[in-house]
């Protein structure tokens, strides 16, 4: 299946949304906390978003929050896991925002999880507790230079 990676608009929401509801990791207690305007805020106004797709059907997403720092939504459909396309949409909006910004990026999962060893592998360092369920990673624009050109 082709896939082609994109910048995310308001019209992809709701199957961002899908994806995001049908992950079996990092699983939102509440999924009605995270509401559509809080998506569109975070691809619109406080940072950026891309999606992955074939067709018109969305397959992951990534969103980073350029006021937080913060990876603040990596999600790949459960059924095209292992495709390539978390690391493809990590390191599309990694590259973008490390060119908007020198900011160190940091973000928060679950431990002992898929998530965790994906970013570890991807050059992230554990860096504390972000709550009491979830690891705190950061990466640093140097590291992420280091990594991207090793």
């Known amino acids: 299946m082709p896939y082609s990676y994109r910048e995310a608009h308001a019209g ?3 199957q961002m949304q899908q994806v995001r509801a049908s992950v079996p990791e990092n699983r939102l ?10 998506v569109l805020r975070h691809i619109t106004r406080s940072g950026k978003g891309w999606v992955c797709i074939s067709g018109d059907s969305v397959f992951g997403f990534a969103i980073v929050n350029v006021e ?3 990876i603040w939504a ?6 095209s896991v ?8 990590h390191d599309i909006m990694v590259n973008w925002y490390f060119g908007q910004s020198h900011t160190t990026l940091w973000l928060g999962t679950e ?15 554990e860096s504390g507790s972000n709550g009491p369920d979830e690891i705190r990673f ?6 992420w230079l280091r990594k991207s050109n090793g």
């Open 12 to 14: 992809d929401i709701p």
């Open 68 to 70: 937080t720092y913060n």
């Open 29 to 38: 207690s509440n999924p009605g906390k995270v509401t559509h305007s809080d």
């Open 111 to 125: 431990p002992h999880t898929r998530a965790a060893r994906f970013y570890r592998k991807a050059g992230w360092k």
């Open 138 to 143: 950061e990466l640093t624009y140097q590291a």
């Open 74 to 79: 990596l999600f790949v459909e459960p059924g």
């Open 82 to 89: 292992s495709r390539g396309i978390g690391r493809t949409l």
